[in-house]
């Protein structure tokens, strides 16, 4: 090979070098070991705001000095003369990430150079991360205060001897995880005593999920209860959702209104209280899942089962640990104790402090109260914030419960 192609051949692969370089998506710059600039390649620019040429004309330690650099990864690999990273900011406002090496020659630093990566949006994302895990743990703090404050009211008020083996009943069987199927007519206190059993059991601080059958509408059943994975239908969330079972890992789920659950979710709600996993809507991945569950209904389900209206192996999965909580008008001692209760809270929610007189205490316990508890407290507030008796407010139900007839004898 001619001296000329020599030549030629080395410019090519100079050329070859100084493409490359130009072409790369980190800043390289490449200083003598008196710090002036020898190579400024285009990412550098674009990383530093700085061309080329104002980077040729200024030493290393001026342009530290000017403020374009915050400090110089250059200076201390000539002082350590050992490779080093630190992360500046530039003038422009990026933040960088830049790496010293140095190059020996005789012993001595020859040159140095500097790889830079523009760091500001990893830094930025950091930043937001850092925000919103601050973010998580107020709502994590909340989420706690809001469930504590929902629970705090978790207690019984009883009298009734049947209320009083409940309460019993209730109290043993929190010590374990035990299916519990809970059942009563509407109003008597199912969703209380579902709290209860919580309170008291070992999972008290982890996640209490109430999980209305009979509100979520059927179509959207699964992807709630058990999430669905990014994509998985239309108009649905692109990062995916969480379901209500996953939400509730390590806690217990509270299956309300389980009579109208659709049929043709009980398969996937049975295998997740049996085998204890769940799959959500779009995936194939088998997620554990460690809950309590709790069921409640005021349905009759064995005969929903005779009907074929119920899976029968998800009503004896369910119906582990069965508790029926029989109608206020079979426990009529306890109606004067909640009253008393009752009255207490709303007293307390607004600031008053009203009796309700023994007449009128009479008069309720003659009433056969349909609606239960639920109709007990809505009663009790109606008369202590609109000063109405309790003949005028019961007066429109006289003729569904004919047992208050004799009433105007008060």
């Known amino acids: 090979m001619s001296e000329s192609e020599r030549i030629k051949e080395l410019q090519e692969e100079i050329e070859t070098l100084r493409t490359a370089f130009d072409s790369s998506y980190d800043g390289i710059h490449i200083l003598d070991s008196k710090g002036d600039t020898l190579y400024f390649n285009k990412a550098c620019e674009r990383i530093e705001g700085l061309t080329y040429e104002d980077a040729r004309?200024?030493?290393?330690?001026?342009?530290?000095?000017?403020?374009?650099?915050?400090?110089?990864?250059?200076?201390?690999?000539?002082?350590?003369?050992?490779?080093?990273?630190?992360?500046?900011?530039?003038?422009?406002g990026n933040v960088v990430l830049a790496t010293g090496t140095p190059i020996f020659k005789n012993g001595k630093i020859d040159k140095v150079i500097v790889n830079s990566r523009d760091i500001t949006e990893l830094n930025n994302l950091r930043q937001q991360l850092i925000e919103k895990e601050k973010l998580t743990e107020k709502y994590?703090?909340?989420?706690?205060?809001?469930?504590?404050?929902?629970?705090?009211?978790?207690?019984?008020?009883?009298?009734?001897?049947?209320?009083?083996?409940?309460?019993a009943l209730c109290s043993t069987v929190a010590k374990v995880d035990?299916?519990?199927?809970?059942?009563?007519?509407?109003?008597?206190?199912?969703?209380?005593?579902?709290?209860?059993?919580?309170?008291?059991?070992?999972?008290?601080?982890?996640p209490f999920i109430k999980v209305d059958c009979s509100a979520i509408p059927p179509n959207l059943f699964e992807s709630e209860v058990f999430g669905y994975e990014k994509g998985a239908f239309t108009g649905a969330e692109k990062s995916g959702k969480i379901g209500y079972l996953e939400l509730a890992n390590g806690g217990t789920v509270f299956l309300d209104e389980i009579g109208d659950l659709p049929i043709h979710m009980q398969p996937k709600l049975l295998r997740a209280i049996q085998d204890r996993e769940v799959v959500r809507v779009g995936g194939n991945e088998v997620i554990k899942i460690d809950v309590r569950f709790i069921a409640a209904t005021n349905r009759d389900l064995k005969r929903m089962v005779e009907e074929n209206k119920f899976r029968e192996d998800l009503y004896y999965r369910l119906n582990v640990v069965?508790?029926?909580?029989?109608?206020?008008?079979?426990?009529?001692?306890?109606?004067?104790?909640?009253?008393?209760?009752?009255?207490?809270?709303?007293?307390?929610?607004?600031?008053?402090?009203?009796?309700?007189?023994?007449?009128?205490?009479?008069?309720?316990?003659k009433y056969d109260w349909p609606g239960n508890v639920r109709e007990l407290e809505n009663v009790v507030e109606r008369m202590i914030v609109t000063g109405e008796d309790c003949l005028s407010i019961l007066k429109d139900k006289i003729d569904e419960n004919v047992k208050i007839a004799d009433y105007r004898n008060y």
């Open 57 to 92: 004309r200024k030493n290393i330690r001026d342009l530290v000095k000017e403020g374009i650099y915050s400090e110089s990864v250059t200076l201390k690999v000539l002082e350590t003369k050992k490779a080093c990273s630190i992360v500046q900011k530039v003038k422009n």
């Open 140 to 167: 994590k703090e909340e989420l706690r205060i809001l469930r504590n404050e929902s629970l705090k009211d978790s207690h019984f008020i009883v009298n009734s001897q049947e209320m009083k083996k409940i309460e």
């Open 178 to 206: 035990s299916t519990v199927l809970i059942t009563g007519e509407s109003g008597v206190g199912k969703g209380m005593i579902s709290k209860y059993i919580h309170n008291k059991s070992s999972r008290r601080d982890a």
């Open 322 to 365: 069965p508790i029926h909580i029989p109608p206020l008008r079979d426990r009529k001692e306890d109606i004067i104790p909640l009253i008393k209760d009752i009255a207490s809270k709303i007293n307390d929610k607004y600031d008053m402090n009203k009796i309700i007189s023994k007449d009128t205490i009479e008069i309720m316990m």
